[in-house]
């Protein structure tokens, strides 16, 4: 088994990274990119990613990350998932996503 999670990198200030900054479903296909490269990293694909826990700091974020969820897995199977607002550690992070993923 698996876990993951990301966040935008709170080290790298919002001045650097302009093409995320308040846009949630930018930082969400971020976000995702970078459990994608950690999940390659421990010989799985994103076809055995089995939940994910999203949390946004807005609910009314909520459509324009579910659109990046959705593209980010394509034709996979969409892997159960709860999404709660709440605050975030990256002071202009919108989004953090948490994952499990079992190795077949």
Do not use: W
Not at 4 to 15: F, M
Not at 28 to 56: F, H, K, N, P, W
Not at 74 to 84: C, I, N
Request: glycine share 10%.
């Amino acid at each position: 088994m698996i876990l993951g999670e990301s966040r935008l990198p709170s080290s790298i200030p919002p001045s650097r990274r302009p093409e995320t900054a308040g846009d949630v479903g930018k930082q969400t296909t971020q976000t995702l990119e970078r459990i994608d490269r950690a999940l390659r990293a421990a010989g799985c694909t994103r076809g055995d990613i089995v939940d994910s826990l999203v949390y946004l700091t807005d609910t009314s974020g909520f459509p324009a990350m579910n659109e990046a969820y959705r593209t980010f897995f394509g034709g996979h199977t969409l892997p159960a998932r709860a999404t709660v607002e709440a605050g975030l550690f990256a002071p202009d992070g919108l989004v953090e996503i948490m994952m499990t993923a079992v190795k077949p």
